[in-house]
DNA sequence: TATATATGCAACTTTTCGGTTGCGCAAATA
DNA sequence: TATTTGCGCAACCGAAAAGTTGCATATATA
């Protein structure tokens, strides 16, 4: 049952509802609208996202209001950080490769 | 059936796999004696990490090489994107702030 | 050629996941 | 105070995922 980050954004449905929490706080009513789906269905993956710590909830009155703690996709940017040194080199080889036919053209 | 970068991610094992094809092209028997399950178990995720376009596969006698597409994870890096602008806007504003304070000071 | 090795594929099992339904509680409202 | 509204929690269900076992095929080797 322990979940992470990874697992979080896995879902389409909760990919939607970060986005759509990165805009503004939101209700999990007022998310369920975007959606074509249960209230409680989307809070079950307001849920999954509050244990992945990747929303913080705030209460006001009856409602409560998630609001998107963006530093959380850290941890994914700083994952992918080791692949992006790999495509950025093949885009160095490509430029060498241009520089090279380059030159023989001359 | 139809799997995407998000899901070929989730998985533990899977992300396992990635990193150390990432070093070198290798086989499953390589692969699979990093891991505590069965070989079967790991060429599952590399089936599904292949139809997901993140490995490549090169023959080579009777022994089959996977090799990474590091490109695919741009996807994901496209993805994190509009997340990175929020956290570094976070940043300014911390800059921001402290400059403010600072100018309260003098 | 007979055997060992490397691999993929298919069937089966167990666990997990995403969803629905139903309930209870707290806050707003009539 | 009675009712409506917003929400979380728990039980249940069907589908998909992850793993195991067994088998078929192709290549290397004795």
Same mark, same amino acid.
């Given at each position: 049952m322990k979940r992470d980050i990874f697992q979080a954004i896995a879902d389409p449905t909760r990919r939607a509802i970060i986005v759509l929490i990165a805009s503004q706080a939101m209700t999990p009513n007022a998310? @369920? $609208? %975007?959606?074509d789906t249960t209230r409680q @269905?989307?809070? +079950?993956h *307001? +849920? *999954?996202? %509050? $244990?992945c710590d990747v929303l913080e909830s705030e209460k006001e009155g009856r409602e409560i209001f998630y609001k998107?703690?963006?530093e959380k996709?850290? $941890?994914v940017d700083q994952w992918i950080e080791q692949f992006r040194q790999i495509w950025e080199n093949r885009f160095e080889n490509l430029d060498q490769y241009l520089a090279d036919i380059?030159?023989? +053209? +001359?």
């Open positions: 998310l @369920a $609208e %975007h959606f @269905a989307v809070s +079950k *307001i +849920k *999954i996202l %509050h $244990e998107l703690k963006a996709m850290k $941890e380059q030159k023989d +053209k +001359k």
